[in-house]
């Protein structure tokens, strides 16, 4: 049976103190009613010492957003997994597209990225995606098989056991355009198909595969029914309680 997850992105939003109140408002109203899902958020680095503090973690996972692609040294500004593992993280993002797009994060990046974290304990939600001129010439399939072969598909099989994907069309992110539920879960099949190319039926059929994009309470429904996403990285719909907690109710 795989995991079925909900997680909320807050991107460079919140102040401590507006986290803080989010994060306390969204646990006890999922302390008065538990949700049927596994719900992660992934916050500002600012904010993972003190979420951890109160967050109970069988409830509400707690994610980095990003993780340095070296165990320590002089990398200033960076942030090691072991740093985010000390605080009581368990998750990490990782490739996300705008870090990908903004920063240049190549494949290789990422492999060392996933890895570091896999190494201090951390599960690593690694996110695959295309743009529109990719999807518009018909080469989405070879973008997200290229970017799983780069950063991934050198893992040991009980690595990979530890990796949730999350499929995250760029051209549907933060613009208001979603792919349809059959679109994104034409892809999510592709990419378990790519995962059991690799590492084989029993692996694939047990991987969590999120979908991210513009998924809102409007849809999430109609895209969680579809047989292969398994939940959903949401945005700028995570940021109010109101709006992320529909998304949580929809994923059963």
Not at 1 to 15: F, S
Not at 110 to 135: M, W
Not at 157 to 181: C, D, H, R
Not at 215 to 233: P, Q, R, T
Request: proline letters at 2%; a negative charge; hydrophobic letters at 40%.
């Amino acid at each position: 049976m795989r995991q079925k997850i909900v997680a909320g992105n807050w991107k460079m939003n919140k102040t401590l103190s507006e986290g803080i109140a989010l994060a306390k408002d969204l646990q006890q109203v999922l302390l008065e009613n538990r949700p049927s899902c596994r719900v992660i958020l992934a916050t500002p680095y600012i904010h993972l010492a003190s979420l951890a503090d109160f967050l109970k973690q069988d409830l509400i996972g707690l994610a980095a957003q990003n993780v340095a692609n070296h165990q320590e040294g002089a990398y200033t500004g960076e942030v090691s997994a072991k740093m985010i593992a000390s605080v009581g993280c368990q998750y990490t993002l990782v490739g996300h597209s705008e870090r990908r797009s903004y920063y240049h994060e190549t494949g290789e990046i990422l492999r060392e990225k996933v890895e570091i974290a896999l190494e201090n304990g951390l599960t690593p939600i690694f996110c695959v995606g295309e743009q529109l001129e990719d999807r518009e010439a018909g080469r989405q399939n070879e973008v997200i098989s290229k970017q799983l072969q780069e950063a991934l598909f050198g893992l040991k099989s009980e690595q990979f056991k530890n990796i949730i994907l999350a499929y995250e069309p760029v051209w549907a992110i933060g613009t208001g355009k979603t792919a349809t539920p059959e679109e994104a879960n034409a892809m999510h099949q592709h990419i378990r198909s790519e995962v059991s190319r690799c590492y084989g039926e029993t692996i694939a059929n047990e991987t969590s595969i999120l979908y991210g994009g513009s998924c809102n309470a409007s849809n999430a429904k109609e895209l969680f029914a579809m047989s292969d996403i398994d939940g959903g990285l949401i945005g700028g719909a995570s940021l109010a309680v109101e709006k992320f907690l529909p998304i949580i109710e929809a994923l059963h």
